[in-house]
């Protein structure tokens, strides 16, 4: 029977993988939110007939390597908690921002981005009205509040991870 010591498999460096994957999600995010969309409208592509189905395709994608990395952030934190990496009051509320992180995705991938990709599509192609449809504004509000939650969550975590990565790491070469 073959055993292995934990020791002896090598282990995952959590804080970086943490930092790493929160730092790319979150420029992601803001490129994504800050540029590209707004050269989306800027170049009047948000008012072709196949947006909506392009929009669905881009932020289908995009909303799915979101759940990978908050899943990671979230397993991240889970051992960050199980280990006593951080600090108490850290230990407590990193749990719940990053299952609010989770939330918040599973919340864009499965409700916001299939009911505004139905809303955009336009059914009656004869209507000459381009305009957007009234019941997507409440859910361009909810979409805008969450993304400003998930950022603001999203940097807190990267602070606490980096600060107490590298007070562990100060404390182990002293």
Same mark, same amino acid.
């Given at each position: 029977?073959?055993?292995y ?5 090598k282990?995952?460096? %959590?804080?970086?993988? @943490?930092?790493? @994957? *929160?730092?790319? %999600? =979150?420029?992601a +995010?803001?490129?994504?939110d =800050? ?6 409208l ?5 008012? +072709?007939?196949?947006f ?14 979101? *759940?990978?990395?908050a899943a990671?952030?979230?397993?991240g934190?889970l051992?960050f908690?199980?280990?006593?990496? =951080?600090?108490h009051?850290?230990e407590?509320?990193? @749990? ?5 992180l ?12 299939p009911?505004?990709?139905g ?9 000459s ?11 361009? %509000?909810?979409? %805008? ?12 975590l ?9 007070? @562990? =790491? ?5």
């Amino acid at each position: 029977m073959n055993t292995y010591s934990e020791r002896g498999l090598k282990q995952i460096n %959590w804080p970086i993988l @943490v930092m790493f @994957v *929160l730092g790319f %999600w =979150l420029s992601a +995010t803001i490129v994504l939110d =800050l540029v590209i969309m707004p050269s989306l409208l800027a170049s009047g592509m948000m008012a +072709t007939q196949g947006f909506a189905s392009a929009g669905y395709l881009i932020f289908g994608i995009f909303n799915r390597l979101e *759940l990978l990395c908050a899943a990671i952030v979230l397993s991240g934190f889970l051992v960050f908690r199980r280990h006593h990496t =951080l600090t108490h009051f850290h230990e407590s509320l990193s @749990v719940f921002l990053a299952g609010f992180l989770l939330v918040i995705t599973l919340i864009y991938t499965y409700i916001l981005t299939p009911y505004m990709s139905g809303l955009g599509l336009q059914l009656n192609w004869f209507d000459s009205f381009n305009t957007m449809n009234p019941a997507m504004i409440p859910m361009h %509000w909810s979409y %805008w509040i969450l993304e400003g939650c998930k950022l603001l969550f999203g940097f807190i975590l990267l602070k606490w991870c980096y600060k107490d990565y590298y007070l @562990v =790491l100060n404390e182990e070469k002293q």
